[in-house]
């Protein structure tokens, strides 16, 4: 991999299960400018198959939507899935460099869930703790096999990485500026639900939830005895709500919405009690899901902590002909403006 602090020029790419999206900025003043956006459906399950074939497939689908986005660059910035990564936040002594590598990698066994010689591992210095005396690190591992998967895609597509990056750290950055310094981001994805308790700028709990929108849409079809592509009309379209129709939905999405609900509050309260106060003061949702009518009314109604939808776009500056189409898809982009942020605002 290149030095990334020496690339001026690269683009952000999110790999998702639905769909994959790109961002290209470049530094201006005050803010950032957009230089290119784009995004491509994906076939369902290509994205969770693990064959020569679908690899190629991933990266015909990266080549033509690089080329149709017109990026100017092949350097990439790219994400890794929240549900193949275990990340924690781990203390270590005050060590140069080199030794603070040598200490965390011994560490890693004791917080990560599959043997050593198995993962691929890496690390991030966050700061100090409280009392000074030790640096607290966040610890990303994923499984080699897995990580391998979106490396061999890349470099199928012509890319040059410079760095994978998990969900998390890019939505940091696109919400940087939450007036509370304590608050938690929810990203309502399509297969999973993320959960990231933030201090000051800095990530201090980051979980994944199996259930995303899918599961939702399923749970429809079955009690409802709905074909899938009705379910998913239904629940983008009408939402959950008082109307008969909306009530139904919501019988059949309930249980599974209360789950969510019960680890977000299962996350804040543990984030609490770590820190002896009550701590986290904001909810920030983001992630497709957040466009399903009343869903996140439900959200923060059963949590009663206050709700705000994150905007991706609030850093950057755009070409007012870009502005309909970023509006219509402001949920979806956390993920690729984060990865393409890096290098402007670190």
């Given amino acids: 991999m290149k030095n990334i602090d020496s690339v001026k020029e690269y683009f952000g790419l999110d790999i998702g299960n639905s769909s994959i999206k790109l961002v290209q900025l470049k530094a201006g003043h005050p803010k950032p400018e957009l230089v290119t956006i784009g995004s491509a459906q994906t076939p369902d399950g290509l994205i969770g198959r693990d064959t020569p074939e679908s690899k190629r497939e991933v990266a015909k689908l990266i080549v033509k939507l690089v080329k149709d986005s017109q990026v100017t660059s092949n350097n990439v910035i790219a994400s890794l ?52 005396k030790e640096v607290e690190v966040l610890l990303v591992a994923a499984p080699l096999e897995k990580a391998n998967k979106y490396l061999d895609i890349l470099q199928l597509a012509g890319l040059e990485l410079l760095a994978l990056e998990i969900n998390p750290l890019a939505h940091i950055r696109c919400f940087s500026s939450v007036k509370n310094s304590r608050y938690c981001i929810v990203d309502l994805g ?14 201090k709990l980051i979980r994944s939830v199996n259930i995303g929108i899918r599961n939702l849409i399923s749970n429809l079809a079955e009690n409802l005895n709905l074909p899938p592509d009705q379910a998913n009309n239904y629940l983008w379209r009408l939402g959950i709500g008082q109307s008969q129709m909306q009530s139904q ?18 996350s804040i309260n543990f984030y609490n009690n770590q820190v002896g106060a009550e701590a986290v003061k904001k909810l920030i949702f983001t992630g497709g899901g957040i466009s399903v009518p009343g869903l996140v009314s439900y959200y923060s109604g059963s949590l009663k902590i206050p709700t705000e939808y994150g905007n991706p776009w609030q850093h950057i500056s755009y070409s007012p002909s870009r502005k309909q189409y970023i509006d219509k898809t402001i949920p979806t982009f956390a993920t690729a403006v984060g990865l393409a942020m890096r290098n402007l605002i670190e």
């Fill in 249 to 266: 939905i919501f019988s059949s999405v309930q249980q599974l919405s209360d789950t969510i609900i019960q680890e977000i509050s299962r």
């Fill in 81 to 132: 899935p929240n549900s193949i990564v275990s990340a924690n936040i781990v203390r270590a002594p005050k060590l140069k460099k080199q030794e603070l590598d040598q200490s965390i990698k011994f560490q890693a066994e004791k917080y990560i869930p599959i043997p050593i010689d198995q993962a691929k591992i890496d690390w991030a210095h966050l700061g100090e703790t409280p009392d000074g």
């Fill in 190 to 203: 399509m297969s999973e639900t993320g959960i990231t308790i933030v201090d000051n700028h800095i990530p």
